[in-house]
């Protein structure tokens, strides 16, 4: 059992650490940050007002401490629920690489055939995850008593690490479970993110309305705390107990089954490949139809809750000066449809760079078929190695436009109750952010044509992107930065033909950066 | 004196599909089993169970006497297994791999100077990670983890299916030796010239059950002249 803790250890001894230290940074970072944004009473009462509404307690989870608020309260009110995911996601991925993937992979077939106990494997996994957990808690705990920021108290640092962190074991345990079930790593993978789902959305419907589905929910209960405020720690100890009793069902079903078996079978395939799966395109479409849909079916369901906050949001912003300087209005200008539009804008360039990431994982779908050796098989058939690039391209291209563009859709569908959304205005908007995506395609084929082993480099622009635009304003950067990141340019509203100069360039961009990639992939070796 | 592995009336159900119905199969201490059979016929199965990681649906499974489901654990300290198909964890190097095993079988095993002979019998450079090598140095790190284990039971399923000749006949002295220091070994292979020269004994797996059984000498002599792919070849295809 040790042994066995020492070599997963051993595999995760870059991982896990990348992980904690991030998770450790953006507290700190943050917890800086909301110092310095909420200095006096008077920031952290408008923020606490923006967040005590129905949506973003559909969003983020419960709001309390109006009476007495603190930058840590309010930092708590707003990150928890983001930590427990991250952590969550951490977690699954952890527990099904040590599990089913190696059972998958035959490799648990060789240290089974070693003297180890039928149960090593899960158990040990299940320790590490509990350690794991316990280092973040620990980490996240004692980095934000470092900060000492306002408000900051040990008790309240360690109820709030310590729901992150027994939530993280939950999911641990859950994972293990969904590895029992499922007989592949992908559907143990689906299974857990599918639960994930749904604790977050009765989450988010029990919080709206205050009902008992709060409580039910993992994701609500860990919410429970009311770190910095209440400090309730019992939340904390039903996670855990949940946690244990899940992993044990798990630890037993895995006792009673056959390696390689789930308890949810395969399903069988077709014995013929369609027509169309038998053409280059058909066989790119097939690999990325998967990814298409569940991108599609998630902006849209983004989409569709700010959607849902866009008429408390427009209210709020009337009579909120910072976000007044966000969105670049003056003071006391009206409310109604300007401001929605801003607003909406605002909204689509951040969701047009979540809408990139599906465009650039489809794009570099090529490259990771390379490195697993499937693509050489491929050329070694009749196929031009640039009409293979260009039908992932094409594929990718066309995502650019749908998936803003359903992103734009579900907003609509969530606000349109409120009467403000007009929906031509917000498909306008949306379009105009298509070659910006574009870009992010061509920065992804450039990089596969020219840098095989760096294609990874394009989320370092996401991630400029993302720093440069959501906090561009707030922290007053220099728009030369701004203007650096293919999202740093918006639409002019009151303009009315679409074709503008950034549309053009950013078109041309893209388009260059395209060919340029193809020139490459034509004459590179393929590389594994 | 109790055969190392003695396998009775052996089924095993997939749900609807019956992959094993009645194997019977021994193995004596010291002896080469050859065991064949065209794909899908049942052999990892049958190795699978032998090695508990499955459990037989009914019939009697014993190694070294002992039922090879219960007593797993204990049993695979005196086993060595090699699989077909060697999946390695990308990040680790061969020779990380080859003492994590060896580690794990536990027990006293044969210690570095055991360890590096094979090593370089096979000529595997075990500083490169496992992502790098080829499906046929996998094999070997496999190979040696456990000829370098001190096991008294060899299950090899088709362990040199990526090996080049000259690796094959390094193979075949390994396992001759083994043969010699008294270890058993069952030999799942479908390279004939490797069964004709290692095994004593012979078994046919074919559709779940077993076709012929039999000593090596037997079987020729039965043979009447014909050549050892001859008799297999007919014993995979008749019957239909």
Redesign the interface.
Known sequence: MI??LL?IL??ER?MTPIWIASLLAASIGIAIAFQQLFATPEDMRVMAETLANPAMQALIGPTYGIDSLTPAMLMAQELLIFMIITVAIFNIFLVIRHTRTDEE???L??????????LTNPAATLLFAFKANLAITLAIALGLIATNMDGMQVCGAFIYAGSIGASGFLFASIALLMAQLFSTSRGALSGSFALMGVFYIARAFGDMSGNILSYISPMGLGLRVYSFYDNIAWPILVLFVQAIIIGGIALLVCRNR??G?GII?ASKGRRHASRFLQTPFGLAWNLSKGNFLAWTIGLFALGATYGAVIGDIAEFVQTNEMFQTLLGLGQGDLITYQVVESFISMILVVMAMVAAIPVVIIANKIRSEEKQGRIEPIFARAIRRRSLLATYTIIAAFGSAWFIFITALGLYAGGANTGLLNFSNIVHIALFYVPAILVMLGMAVFLVGFLPKLTSLVWVIFGYSFLTVYFGSLLGLPEWMDRLSPFGYHPDLEASGFVTMPFIVLSTTAIALILMGFQAYRSRDLVG | MASVIEVKNLTKQFGKFKALSGVDLAVEKGEVMAFLGPNGAGKTTTIRVLLGILRASSGSVKVFGKDAWDHAVELHKRIAFVPGDVNLWPNLTGGEVIDLFTSFQGGKHSGERHRERFIKMFNLDPTKKCRTYSKGNRQKVALISALASNAELFILDEPTSGLDPLMLKTFEDCILELKKEGKSVLLSSHILGEVDKLADHVTIIREGRVVKTGSMTEIKKAAHGKSLEDVFLSEYEDQK
């Open positions: 042994r066995y070599f051993r595999r870059l992979q035959g490799r077939e060789m240290l089974r055939a070693l003297p180890i106990g039928r056959d390696l078996e079978p």
